[in-house]
Structure formats: structure tokens, C-alpha cells
């Protein structure tokens, strides 16, 4: 993972305004229909996630799943106790059901993941 840091009150100390990391190095296992989606994820240090960039997949369906910018533009702002449901609070797909399941999977599971090692407990 990454640390992401922003201007803080002093300049000369920027303070730490998230994460971001490849869903592939924390979930590797986690294949589409034709292998790996590999995403970067970027999440605050509230648990929210602030973007999702689909980087390389070789989905035959990825034209209309995947690849288009309202895939992942739909995780901006979901918080990573949210469901993540295929159908529900994630838009589905007709034909691409197991590349969307699998990317949406991925973005959760990396993201519990590394909120469990990274994040304080809610209060």
C-alpha cells in the first residue's frame, strides 16, 4: 500500500489523508472471467473509499462491465462496512455478472482488508 497525505495546518508536516493499493496484491486470488481485474483503490482513514481505477483486465465483456468510467466511479464515497451487493448498491450487468461479482468482491475484500490493519476501531 500506499500512504496518501495532504496540507495540514503546518506546511512542513502534511497530514495523512488515506491509503491506496492494488486490489490485486490483497486479493490475488480473485480472478473475473478471464483472470485478474487489477485495480487501485484509494480509501480515507474513515474507512470511505475515494476512488477505484481499473488499471488491466482482459475480460471479453469489458467494454460494458469493467472498463467504462461508471463502474468505478459507483465505489467514490461507499464506506467499507456498506454491502457491497451486486444489485443491490452495485450496479449489475447483463452477460458480465462474473467479472463484475469478482471486481466488486476484490474492491471490498482489499479494502476491509486493509482498513482491519490501518484504521483505528470507530468509536
Same mark, same amino acid.
Given at each position: ?12 508536516? *502534511?497530514?495523512? @489523508? ?9 486479493? /490475488?486470488?480473485?480472478? $473475473?472471467? =478471464? ?33 467504462? *468510467?461508471?463502474? @468505478? ?9 456498506? /454491502?457491497?451487493?451486486? $444489485?443491490? =448498491? ?34
Amino acid at each position: 500500500h500506499f500512504k496518501a497525505f495532504k496540507a495540514g495546518a503546518n506546511p512542513a508536516s *502534511p497530514e495523512l @489523508a488515506g491509503f491506496v493499493f492494488w486490489t490485486t496484491e490483497l486479493e /490475488p486470488l480473485e480472478r $473475473g472471467y =478471464d483472470g485478474p481485474i487489477k485495480m487501485l483503490v484509494g480509501m480515507d482513514t474513515s474507512g470511505v473509499l475515494t476512488g477505484v481505477l481499473v488499471t488491466q483486465h482482459h475480460e471479453p465483456y469489458g467494454d460494458f462491465s469493467v472498463d467504462p *468510467p461508471r463502474f @468505478a466511479a459507483q465505489f467514490k464515497g461507499k464506506n467499507i462496512r456498506d /454491502p457491497f451487493k451486486v $444489485g443491490a =448498491d452495485v450496479d449489475a450487468v447483463s452477460r458480465a455478472t462474473i467479472s463484475i461479482t469478482s471486481a466488486t468482491r476484490a474492491i471490498r475484500n482489499s479494502a476491509r482488508r486493509m482498513a482491519t490493519r490501518l484504521l483505528a476501531p470507530p468509536k
